[in-house]
């Protein structure tokens, strides 16, 4: 046994488990407004952090040191104020950013509330379903794709696609399929007013979730929200989109194959995943442990709990996701253009 090693393991694992732990600062962080109430305050004491949220001066004191501690707040120790820099602020306030990271640490702090239940698949193999989870999970997996959706959605992928752009401009029928809350259904909609768009999801809570936010953004009249699920929704389109799903599906093929019989004969299907490498060392990585270990807990558990089970999982790749379109019946499948995060493929039968 080499001591020297065992004891940068150590090392290393205390600091995962504080970095488990800071996940759950940044949740009270935000729920509480802290991060909010401190961006462009310049140097605050705990004292007038607490004043300001309306929190207890104690537990916002030990709050504060734990956030100077991993890095996300500034301290002076002259002065015993702390600091929110404008850039931390950025991805701590600012949900219109695609820097924000407030999403993600709601949304895995909830899957991580389903550890028990997947202990529990490990041993059944009957997998844990997308709506088993803490409803936290659906919110925080809309705030975490919502600004990178905004970045890109139609500045860069739409156009990536061959004609796609136009047809939406002139007017098109497009099906958002696994919509969730509807964000990138209702960014489609904004962007494109000839278009009419359909965003379907199994999960009913998310798919009224959805009907709320088109109400409120005044895009109800061409932006509609059904239960459905990938293999079962209606219609005939245009252009049909995935959104970071497909591999949380126990039967990708066959999802695939209905979207396939649901284009027009000049249809294209737009399918964003997560950014993975086709073989598992190239993926080791700190965006890998992420998605794996989501992929984990959440992805492979949703797909292994539906009918075939295939288990894509977050990191599946592009070479397994062609396969998989390929055996459906698309005979054009292309890698259109890609972000240190997502695969954008466009795909036509």
């Known amino acids: 046994m080499d001591p020297s090693k065992l004891e940068a393991f150590v090392n ?16 009270i962080g935000d729920k509480l407004g802290l991060y909010r109430a401190m961006a462009g305050a310049g140097p605050l004491t705990s004292h007038e952090l607490a004043n300001r949220t309306g929190t207890h001066e104690r537990s916002v004191r030990e709050w504060l040191a734990a956030q100077a501690a991993a890095g996300y707040l500034d301290y002076d120790a002259a002065t015993n104020r702390y600091a929110l820099s404008d850039e ?4 701590l306030t600012d949900e219109e950013s695609p820097a924000c990271v407030l999403g993600g640490f709601q949304g895995m702090s909830a899957a991580i509330r389903a550890t028990p239940k997947v202990i529990e698949a490990f041993r059944h193999g009957q997998g844990l379903g997308w709506h088993e989870h803490d409803p936290d999970l659906f919110v925080g997996t ?17 156009p990536a696609l061959d004609g796609v752009h136009a047809k939406l401009e002139a007017g098109a ?26 965003g379907f999801d199994y999960h009913a809570p998310s798919v009224e979730r959805a009907r709320e936010r088109a109400n409120q953004a005044g ?5 509609r929200f059904e ?20 591999h949380d599906m126990g039967d990708p093929v066959g999802a695939a194959a209905h979207v396939r019989q649901s284009l027009g004969d000049d249809g294209t299907w737009l399918l964003v ?22 992929s984990t807990l959440v992805c492979t ?13 977050a990191q599946a790749g592009y070479a397994r996701l062609e396969n998989v379109l390929k055996d459906a019946g698309f005979t054009r499948v292309r890698l259109a253009t890609r972000t240190p995060f997502n695969l954008v493929i466009e795909a036509r039968p």
């Open 273 to 294: 995943e997560p950014f993975a490498h086709d073989r598992v060392h190239e993926n080791l990585n700190p965006l890998g442990r992420l998605f794996y270990s989501v």
């Open 227 to 246: 239960v459905a699920s990938a293999k079962s929704f209606p219609g005939r389109y245009d252009l049909v989109a995935f959104f970071d799903c497909l």
């Open 219 to 223: 895009l109800d009249e061409r932006a």
């Open 88 to 91: 931390h602020a950025v991805a």
């Open 142 to 158: 809309e705030r975490f794709f919502r600004p990178g959706y905004n970045a890109h959605l139609v500045s860069e992928w739409i």
């Open 301 to 313: 558990q949703a797909s292994l709990a539906q009918e075939v089970g295939a288990a894509l999982g």
């Open 173 to 198: 029928r497009v099906a958002d399929v696994g919509c969730g809350h509807g964000a990138s259904t209702l960014i489609l909609a904004k962007a494109y007013p000839r278009s009419r768009f359909t």
């Open 12 to 27: 290393q694992a205390l600091g995962d488990l504080g970095s488990a732990l800071t996940a759950s600062m940044v949740v």
